[in-house]
């Protein structure tokens, strides 16, 4: 973890101003100090072979000052030398057992030399009661690949969980965690495969991985092996409706929508409470220019589920195209409120405020849809989950 060893100036800072105030309290002499002074120098100046020379001349005219070897400790960390920190740090704990954070250095030292069990204690303990948070980051990034490196999954998992509420915007500890968290549900799902290899739970895992990448002839294979073995499984012809749309998506062949809504329409039967289903349903049916169809699916998935945002701007978006203005703002404002980051509502709203004549409203509308469309960055997009729906867009041709 490269991160971790450049982070340590603050660690310097705190250590390199102990053996002059050492050595002023032993009485050492004059050229003992120089060399303390010339290492600190050195130090300061990031000249870290400079002032490893002068601690290690340090070292052996005042062998018996622990701040001594806990600075030269440091600084061999610095230089990568780990065997030689791991030394010194041991001497000044035999000379001076309570001085501060060696645990923490001895931990992340013998890290580095892949004595993984042996770096434990000194790590655990930084990490759980140390008051330095460059500290706790840092055996926390440490504890992540011992763990690792140890088959404690569920321990660096753990570990992850805390360093991301304690440093949740630190770019490497997102990094490392990110790897752990995939790391383990990999560990999780071979688990699967082993336990229970023709289980409905493991094709549906093969389903949503291959649906993932895209492998949509393969996902289908699996979901429709899970109908097999139980055609009345909630959730799985859904899938399949969403696979048919993606594919409808990149081939616009209507064979692909039309299974997309048979898929729909076999859900709904399984399960008519299934408003996810019926919505896509309805916004196919308006995509088609079917309005008449689109208003009455819309109606009766919102009628079960009033608070269905996309529906609700699905609806809006009905309305206004048949001309009724009025019923299209009182579901868009709903949508607005419900979720005031949706750009679509806010256009769609506009728009019908605009057909009303309320061009106060229209106006407010449309500078909150102009804010949102001009500020909102490209972000990555979540895996698909079973709650995941077709979202309402702005046509092409659209103009404000």
Known sequence: ???????????????????????????????????????????????????????????????????????????YYKQREYDLAVREIRTAQKLKPGLPRLDSLLGMSLAELGQFSEALPGLEKGFKQSADAEIKRMCGLQLLRVYTALDRDSDAVETSLVLNKQFPNDPEILYHTGRIYGNFAYLVMLRLHDKAPGSI???????????????????????????????????????????????????????ERDSAVREFAAELANDPGNGNAGYEIAKLHADLGDLDAARQEYEQVLAR??????????LGGVYFAQQHPELAVARLERATRLKPEDEVAWYRLSQAERSTGNKEAQQKALAAFLKLHNSTPATPRKPQTDEEVTPQQIGGDAQP
């Open 1 to 75: 973890m490269t991160g971790t060893r450049l982070s340590l100036g603050r660690i310097l800072a705190l250590w390199c101003v102990l053996p002059l105030a050492a050595l002023a309290q032993t009485g050492g002499d004059n050229a003992a100090a120089q060399y303390a002074a010339a290492g600190q120098h050195a130090l300061a100046a990031g000249q870290y072979a400079a002032a490893q020379t002068n601690f290690e001349k340090l070292a052996k005219m005042e062998p018996s000052v622990a701040e001594v070897h806990a600075t030269l400790a440091v600084i």
């Open 201 to 255: 739970w493991m094709l549906q895992a093969a389903g949503e991985a291959n649906e993932s990448q895209k492998a949509y002839d393969a996902a289908i294979e699996d979901f429709n092996k899970i109908l097999a073995l139980d055609p009345g499984r909630p959730g799985i012809h859904y899938r399949l409706g969403r696979i048919y749309l993606a594919r409808f998506a990149d081939t616009r062949k209507a064979e």
């Open 305 to 314: 589920f009033p608070d269905f945002e996309e529906a609700l701007v699905g």
